[in-house]
């Protein structure tokens, strides 16, 4: 099955930076790639998501890249809100989608400072 | 259309007490999984189900087993409660295949004493 590895765990910026969320996967026949947020004491709720005939998404201030050669996909938040504080999840499909289901990264807290 | 839905919200057992989680969904959908979700370990799949009579094991299924009768319906059962089950449980579905999001549940918090 697949593994994904996200860094970094924690991750605090100032209002109005960006925030980058980086994650790695292990199986090559992945081909798409969600990312979900997380407010405490919620479900996590899909952003966005790429698949692998791209290699960038954006969707208003945020943005996913992927590079299937280094098999990584970053999430990059741009002119960060206070409200953007949350706990972001990467994942990959499990044996190449077949199932149904997704792995998903350890996460990211991300907290924004006004 | 509710989407996934799950019941009880919140749950406390004591050790050694077995009960059952429920989730439904009305969207139609093939795929549903259940995960686990502990502080720093993210979401783990416990098991999941591609259609209704077909079911398997995720990346942690010890101590759970569920069953998959109907579309809609995909219970999890606990058999003999553990204080490591203590988590926030959610159910999530999706159209199937790769390529498709998974829609959450709200989740259920168990507690176990």
């Known amino acids: 099955g697949e593994n994904v590895e996200q860094h970094p765990s924690t991750l605090s910026v100032q209002e109005g930076d960006s925030a980058v969320i980086k994650c790695t996967y292990s199986?090559?026949?992945?081909?798409?790639f969600p990312w979900y947020k997380q407010e405490l004491g919620k479900r996590p709720q899909l952003i966005i998501d790429?698949?692998?005939?791209?290699g960038e998404k954006k969707d208003q201030r945020i943005a996913v890249t992927l590079n299937k050669t280094a098999k990584h996909f970053s999430l990059h938040i741009t002119e960060t809100q206070p409200e953007d504080s949350a706990v972001y999840f990467c994942?990959?499909?499990?044996?190449?989608?077949?199932?149904?289901?997704?792995?998903f990264g350890k996460g990211t807290k991300l907290s924004v400072k006004p | 259309n509710a989407g996934v839905t799950q019941t009880p919200k919140f749950q406390v057992l004591k050790t050694g007490q077995s009960m059952t989680l429920q989730c439904a969904q009305d969207?139609?959908?093939?795929?549903m999984s259940w995960y686990r979700q502990d502080p720093g370990m993210g979401l783990r799949l416990i098991h999941y189900?591609?259609?209704?009579?077909?079911?398997d094991q995720g990346e942690v299924p010890n101590g759970y087993n569920v069953s998959r009768s109907t579309t809609e319906d995909f219970p999890l059962r606990l058999l003999s409660a553990a204080p490591s089950q203590t988590s926030v449980y959610f159910c999530?579905?999706?159209?199937?295949?790769?390529?498709?999001?998974?829609?959450f549940g709200d989740g259920t918090r168990l507690s176990i004493l």
């Open positions: 999530a579905s999706s159209m199937g295949g790769s390529n498709q999001p998974q829609h």
């Open positions: 199986d090559s026949a992945s081909n798409y």
């Open positions: 790429i698949r692998s005939n791209v």
């Open positions: 994942a990959a499909p499990n044996y190449g989608g077949s199932q149904g289901n997704l792995i």
């Open positions: 969207m139609n959908h093939e795929y």
């Open positions: 189900s591609v259609g209704a009579g077909i079911t």
